[in-house]
């Protein structure tokens, strides 16, 4: 059974200083904590509270369908600007879904959301 919830922000942060202390970034850069645990850059209890997060945050993510409107918006977004393929699926999301703003810690991506007329915050 994975832990309750803890001091996965801290340990998040404490991983990468410039992210700010929040649910989301954890959410977000759980999978770069799985290669960095594999990579002995984290220990497994950093690894573990950080996993647990995502795990309370769960309950409030939405599944998108990558469907034909989600494609054609991630073909938009590369063929408007240099973004990377995963990053442009991710776009495509966002336009197809519409939130209240599109959030990410990569500028090149931002950029992309933007021109595709996405409001954006960087964390």
């Known amino acids: 059974m994975w832990p309750k919830p803890a001091a996965a922000r801290s340990s998040l942060c404490a991983v990468q200083p410039t992210m700010s202390p929040c649910r989301y970034c954890a959410r977000l850069n759980t999978v770069r904590c799985l290669r960095l645990r594999r990579e002995r850059v984290i ?47 991710h776009i495509g999301c966002a336009m197809a879904w519409r939130p209240d703003f599109f959030v990410s810690s990569d500028s090149q991506q931002l950029t992309a959301a933007k021109q595709m007329g996405l409001k954006v915050r960087q964390v």
């Open 43 to 89: 220990d497994a209890t950093q690894y573990e509270h950080i996993k647990s997060e995502l795990v309370a945050d769960i309950r409030d993510i939405s599944i998108i369908q990558v469907d034909a409107e989600t494609v054609y918006g991630a073909v938009a977004a590369i063929e408007s600007s240099p973004v990377k393929t995963l990053d442009a699926v």
